[in-house]
């Protein structure tokens, strides 16, 4: 027998937490935007973007917590006894305009998702490949400033090198 109290009580808190999860995402949204941005032309910025990212994964992490504990709440109430209790397997117990909204945030949560997902794979890209030309040209700049094979040290203040071949300029990073 359904508790109607408790079942509403977990309904309502359900949709509160989703439009929670809902909004925080956007915010990681934003916040991957904003790194993207901060890749290409502002990288002093990117320490604390990524400080600000790991702040709203904890709160994204809490909020999913949250949200499976009311999702069992709710399968408790409904006498649904699945492995794992999904907001899905909820919907056709619920009224059809309680099932429409719960799903429309669903469906939101996992668009924006998918969304910062692959902003931030090319984020990842750039990342690495701003990286590796990074490390190409410090090893390019050592490479210059090294002494050639041929090079040798001034002896007893005589001042003679020999001659070598090319400065060391042709390599390529």
Not at 5 to 11: H, L, P, Q, R
Not at 14 to 19: T, Y
Not at 87 to 100: C, G, N, S, T, Y
Not at 102 to 109: A, H, P, Q, S
Request: charged residues 25%; negative net charge.
């Amino acid at each position: 027998m359904v508790n109607q109290d408790e079942f509403t009580k977990n309904k309502y808190e359900l949709e509160q937490v989703l439009v929670m999860l809902f909004r925080a995402l956007q915010e990681m949204l934003t916040l991957s935007k904003k790194e993207r941005v901060s890749l290409l032309n502002e990288p002093d910025q990117i320490l604390q973007i990524v400080e600000d990212k790991e702040v709203l994964l904890d709160k994204i992490s809490v909020l999913e917590d949250k949200c499976r504990q009311v999702v069992q709440g709710l399968s408790l109430s409904l006498g649904i006894h699945l492995e794992q209790t999904s907001i899905q397997a909820l919907l056709p117990h619920l009224k059809p305009e309680d099932a429409r909204r719960i799903k429309n945030l669903t469906d939101g949560i996992y668009t924006i998702t998918s969304q910062a997902r692959e902003l931030n794979h090319a984020s990842q890209a750039l990342a690495i490949t701003k990286l590796d030309w990074l490390k190409a040209t410090q090893s390019f700049l050592i490479d210059i400033f090294q002494p050639e094979a041929g090079y040798r040290s001034p002896k007893d203040g005589i001042k003679h090198q020999e001659p070598v071949a090319g400065l060391g300029v042709e390599r390529r990073a």
